[in-house]
């Protein structure tokens, strides 16, 4: 396989447009690798509560951001005026550790994220900070094409969505005290069996969940220029999906110096995708950093990872029908220094 076409794997090696896609099944959100150290996998969730907190939880099976790619779970919370609220822990010898393969059941150590007939369920325990939540979809489950942002037939890396947008309820305990919430979820679910690093040089992320219309893009960086750009994209109205694809463009229209790090972080994003019957353009304004995270990778390398809040503007067409949108939403940067 060319180098150029293991960046298109998503759709066999080229470019692809997918109305009202339906092949995702439970089992995409199955275990994808072995046992080992040596791959990575995690299930990620986001919670937008009607309280106005938002909180993010990841079980990494084994965590690609640290070498090794040790076990850990990670919970922030947002409260709507005050700083984040963050649990980071990592599964101690003799702790159960496993994720089944036909659908997604992952227990780490006492925390859990299963799918079950009513919909995920998540207990995250975490001493005074926890969840005990229900997520039921509003869109179907979904991945853009194959679900492999890269793969030379040997190795591999893999992203798909089973919860593109859904309904929460439940528990959040914060100080040891527990509070009834419901709102709106998110969940992704990755995994690799090579370090990123290697083929990528970094990427954007980000969802818009207006009332009508759900959008989801990423824009994957290679790391040597000229390789395709691997850019997987959703677009959902009124609990359909309406188009899959990976032609899409993602353009930082202005950005400034992190004065922490100094990398350059977005501070207006375009996304535009033109294609059969369907024309989306939208804008991410930043309006604050909520999370800053910089890894070590060993030989003096890092991960920095950026997390921000930001409003949205959009304007969609389809099929003719044209809508304007705006409100306001999580994205992120990831650079694979």
């Given at each position: 396989m060319s180098e150029h076409k293991a960046f298109l794997s998503l759709y066999d090696g080229k470019r692809g447009w997918d109305r009202h896609p339906n092949d995702y099944v439970p089992a995409d959100d199955g275990a994808h690798i072995q046992d080992s150290n040596d791959e990575w996998e995690w299930w990620y969730f986001d919670f937008s509560f009607d309280n106005g907190y938002k909180a993010v939880v990841t079980f990494h099976y084994h965590n690609m951001f640290l070498l090794p790619h040790v076990?850990?779970?990670?919970?922030?919370?947002?409260?709507?005026?005050?700083?984040?609220?963050?649990?980071?822990?990592?599964?101690?010898?003799?702790?159960?550790?496993?994720?089944?393969?036909?659908?997604?059941?992952?227990?780490?150590?006492?925390?859990?994220?299963?799918?079950?007939?009513?919909?995920?369920h998540l207990v995250m325990d975490m001493g005074n900070l926890g969840l005990d939540l229900t997520v039921k979809n509003d869109l179907p489950g979904w991945k853009a094409g194959s679900g492999l942002l890269w793969t030379d037939g040997t190795h591999q890396t893999g992203w798909v969505v089973p919860v593109p947008r859904g309904t929460v309820s439940g528990t959040l305990t914060l100080e040891?005290?527990?509070?009834?919430?419901?709102?709106?979820?998110?969940?992704?679910?990755?995994?690799?069996?090579?370090?990123?690093?290697?083929?990528?040089?970094?990427?954007?992320?980000?969802?818009?969940?207006?009332?009508?219309?759900t959008l989801i893009y990423g824009?994957?960086?290679?790391?040597?220029?000229?390789?395709?750009?691997?850019?997987?994209?959703?677009?959902?109205?009124?609990?359909?999906?309406?188009?899959?694809?990976?032609?899409?463009?993602?353009?930082?229209e202005e950005s400034r110096r992190d004065e922490q790090f100094g990398w350059e972080i977005p501070q207006r994003l375009r996304l535009t995708c033109r294609g059969e019957g369907?024309?989306?353009?939208?804008?991410?304004?930043?309006?604050?950093?909520?999370?800053?995270?910089?890894?070590?990778?060993?030989?003096?390398?890092?991960?920095?990872?950026?997390?921000?809040?930001?409003?949205?503007?959009?304007?969609?067409?389809?099929?003719?029908?044209?809508?304007?949108?705006?409100?306001?939403?999580?994205?992120?940067?990831?650079?694979?220094?």
């Open positions: 076990p850990t779970m990670q919970m922030f919370i947002y409260p709507p005026k005050a700083p984040p609220i963050v649990k980071m822990w990592a599964v101690r010898p003799g702790q159960e550790n496993s994720a089944a393969k036909d659908h997604c059941r992952v227990q780490m150590g006492n925390l859990l994220a299963e799918e079950t007939d009513s919909g995920y040891g005290l527990p509070h009834p919430v419901s709102g709106m979820a998110y969940h992704d679910h990755n995994w690799g069996d090579f370090e990123l690093e290697e083929h990528f040089w970094g990427w954007y992320w980000g969802r818009i969940f207006d009332p009508n219309f824009w994957v960086i290679p790391k040597e220029h000229g390789s395709p750009i691997v850019s997987p994209f959703l677009l959902g109205k009124d609990g359909e999906i309406i188009l899959g694809t990976d032609q899409i463009t993602v353009t930082i369907i024309h989306v353009d939208g804008v991410l304004t930043t309006e604050r950093i909520v999370e800053t995270l910089r890894m070590p990778r060993g030989d003096e390398h890092f991960y920095h990872y950026y997390r921000f809040l930001a409003t949205y503007q959009a304007s969609i067409e389809i099929d003719g029908q044209k809508h304007e949108v705006a409100g306001e939403t999580l994205h992120e940067f990831m650079l694979l220094e």
